[in-house]
């Protein structure tokens, strides 16, 4: 291990020390105080390196907030906290304490399903640890595949609103890509009270600068498009006939279909031969609804599509990349994505948005800056196609911009400059990762 490679792993292995809360991991402890669901299988994926208990005590901590529906909330929120800690909290969701964890209510929401594909890693890593770990792991495997399932299950039977198999968002916020330029179209729709931003006041701006954060604007359709779904006790029976948010998201749906693969995966690892074959062929169709669904002939990538109006989103968002960690991800597609992410509008490591578009912004949030999961997931796609090459340049520059610029939860495309939380859980849990470089999938396509 190189200095540099050795300073970035200490340092990165710090941050999540640093972040433990007792039973589970926090992105951060001063803007994200609770639990956040993809940011916990991302975490696991690097935690594994330097604490794989902590690893698996994250995953099952998350899960047993799992609703009876299967889904699984978007925040479990930790009861030693106050409401005033973070806004949202749980008073404000009304949200009761399922499942077997002591916690004080969670979100009504979901995040993108990575769990399976996180808890397959740490599987993986767990076998290099001798009989103690692989029988941990064992363990774990059987207590938490029924509840990935479940999780699976509740996409494609509750949230399947345009009936073509993929799965709909029903806020911003369940795409972890919150004020991305890809809702823009959909959230023009949805009305802007701004009078809730009274009642329900932000504390995301009392730590983090208000450049680098979305809008008010966005803030009071976040609220309002919350008190919409929770209006029927977050039910998703009818839904577009009341919500005015529906959009099917190309980042959230590969992630979905990726989970299947994973799933087939631990299926095989469990003996269950019947359920790892539903599980590919379930991929496969999620794959094939994704090229039908939400690709672009006209510009070479993956669009969110509003299911209430039926078209595509005009923004060029890295959420578009992500079916590249499809494996039957037809050659046509792939073409498409690999030459529009080496285009001027983004590179490697891409930013969240398309560098040319007038509205482009190199500080706020999803509409602009790098973030290191989403370029984390890009690599991995890469992988999966055969593009080492690629691969490798991105997984150097991704390590580069951590080592020299900290743990931060994006950073700015232009300078490199750390922006928003530092110390962010997942930007140090994937830097291990990288560092590892043992993320080649088992699914990957043969070349």
């Known amino acids: 291990m190189t200095e540099m490679s050795a300073e970035l792993w200490n340092s990165a292995a710090r941050v999540l020390e640093s972040n433990w809360a007792g039973d589970h991991m926090v992105p951060s402890h001063r803007l994200y105080p609770h639990q956040w669901s993809w940011d916990t299988a991302f975490i696991a994926i690097g935690l594994a390196y330097v604490n794989p208990a902590r690893a698996w005590r994250d995953l099952r901590s998350l899960f047993e907030a799992q609703w009876p529906d299967g889904r699984v909330p978007h925040i479990v929120f930790d009861p030693a906290l106050a409401e005033t800690d973070y806004f949202p909290g749980p008073a404000f969701w009304g949200v009761p304490a399922y499942g077997t964890r002591p916690v004080h209510g969670s979100s009504g929401i979901v995040h993108p399903p990575l769990h399976a594909v996180a808890v397959w890693k740490v599987y993986r890593r767990a076998l290099t640890h001798g009989a103690s770990g692989i029988h941990q792991a064992r363990t774990e495997l059987e207590w938490l595949y029924p509840r990935l399932v479940a999780q699976q299950q509740y996409l494609s039977t509750r949230r399947d609103l345009g009936g073509a198999g993929l799965a709909s968002i029903v806020h911003p916020w369940e795409s972890g890509l919150d004020n991305s330029p890809a809702w823009d179209a959909a959230m023009a729709n949805v009305p802007a009270d701004m009078s809730l931003l009274t009642t329900?006041?932000?504390?995301?701006?009392?730590?983090?600068?208000?450049?680098?954060?979305p809008t008010d604007h966005d803030y009071a359709r976040y609220v309002g498009l919350v008190l919409s779904y929770q209006a029927a006790g977050y039910s998703d029976t009818?839904?577009?006939?009341?919500?005015?948010?529906?959009?099917?998201?190309?980042?959230?749906?590969?992630?979905?279909?990726?989970?299947?693969?994973a799933l087939a995966q631990i299926a095989g690892v469990l003996g269950h031969t019947t359920e790892a074959t539903a599980h590919r062929e379930r991929a496969q169709h999620i794959t094939a609804a994704i090229v039908s669904r939400l690709w672009n002939p006209r510009t070479g990538m993956f669009h969110a599509r509003d299911v209430r109006t039926g078209t595509l989103s005009p923004a060029r968002c890295v959420s578009g990349f992500q079916?590249?960690?499809?494996?039957?991800?037809?050659?046509?597609?792939v073409t498409g994505v690999l030459a529009e992410m080496r285009s001027e509008r983004f590179g490697l490591p891409s930013p969240s948005y398309d560098r040319t578009a007038p509205d482009f912004d190199t500080l706020r949030y999803w509409r602009g800056p790098v973030w290191i999961n989403m370029n984390w997931l890009l690599r991995r796609g890469l992988l999966v196609h055969?593009?080492?090459?690629?691969?490798?340049?991105?997984?150097?520059?991704?390590?580069?911009?951590?080592?020299?610029?900290?743990?931060?939860?994006y950073f700015d495309p232009d300078t490199g400059k750390g922006l928003g939380a530092p110390t962010f859980s997942w930007t140090a849990a994937l830097a291990?990762?990288?560092?590892?470089?043992?993320?080649?999938?088992?699914?990957?396509?043969?070349?």
């Not at 329900?200 to 954060?213: G, K, P, Q, T």
């Not at 009818?238 to 693969?261: K, Q």
């Not at 079916?323 to 597609?333: K, R, V, Y």
């Not at 055969?386 to 939860?409: I, W």
Request: proline share 6%; glycine share 4%; aromatic share 6%.
């Open 200 to 213: 329900h006041r932000r504390h995301d701006l009392d730590v983090v600068e208000a450049a680098h954060r």
């Open 238 to 261: 009818g839904l577009l006939d009341r919500h005015a948010f529906a959009v099917e998201c190309p980042s959230f749906n590969a992630i979905y279909g990726t989970a299947e693969l």
């Open 323 to 333: 079916p590249l960690l499809l494996p039957d991800l037809p050659a046509e597609q």
């Open 386 to 409: 055969g593009r080492r090459a690629e691969a490798q340049e991105l997984r150097k520059a991704m390590v580069r911009l951590v080592h020299d610029n900290g743990h931060y939860e």
């Open 432 to 447: 291990l990762d990288l560092l590892a470089d043992r993320s080649v999938p088992a699914y990957a396509r043969a070349t």
